[in-house]
Structure formats: C-alpha cells, structure tokens
C-alpha cells in the first residue's frame, strides 16, 4: 500500500489529510500517482494540476519522475513560505 500525506493549503482544499492507495502498474513514480489522483474528481483535478504543488518520498523533496514503490509515503504540499 502507498500512504498518501497532504499537508497545508493542499489538505484545505481536498478535504482529505491521507488516504491508502493500491499500488498498480499504472502508478509506478510521483507524476502518474499524480494523474491517478486528479481523476477522482474535478476538485482533485484542479488541486493535482497546480504548477505548485511539491511531492516528497519518505520524507525527502523529490522530482515528479521518481520511482515510487509498495509502502512508500508520498506527501503533496504547496511550496513554504516564510518570513
């Protein structure tokens, strides 16, 4: 099973803070979990599509083409402000 965390605006905007997903030979990296996500719905579809948003793998920054596998956690969050 591939956790899914979503944190700040992300979390807001999706009603949702994590939820389970089966992994499968469609969702192989970051990006195609991505696309799995948006269809669930065009408020996912809006939320997934943001030039924005930002993944991590177990908790490290990592680019839409890596490689995700069975137990990983995969967390979407928008960039972090600060000042």
Request: glycine residues 4%.
């Amino acid at each position: 099973m591939i956790n899914v965390l979503f944190f700040a605006q992300v979390r807001e905007l999706l009603g949702c803070s994590k939820l389970s997903v089966e992994p499968s030979a469609e969702i192989h990296n970051a990006d195609t979990l991505r696309e799995h996500l948006a269809r669930k719905n065009d408020k996912w579809a809006k939320v997934m599509a943001s030039d924005k948003l930002l993944v991590a793998i177990n908790q490290e920054l990592c680019p839409w083409d890596m490689v995700i596998s069975d137990g990983d956690e995969i967390a979407f969050f928008p960039p972090v402000t600060g000042g």
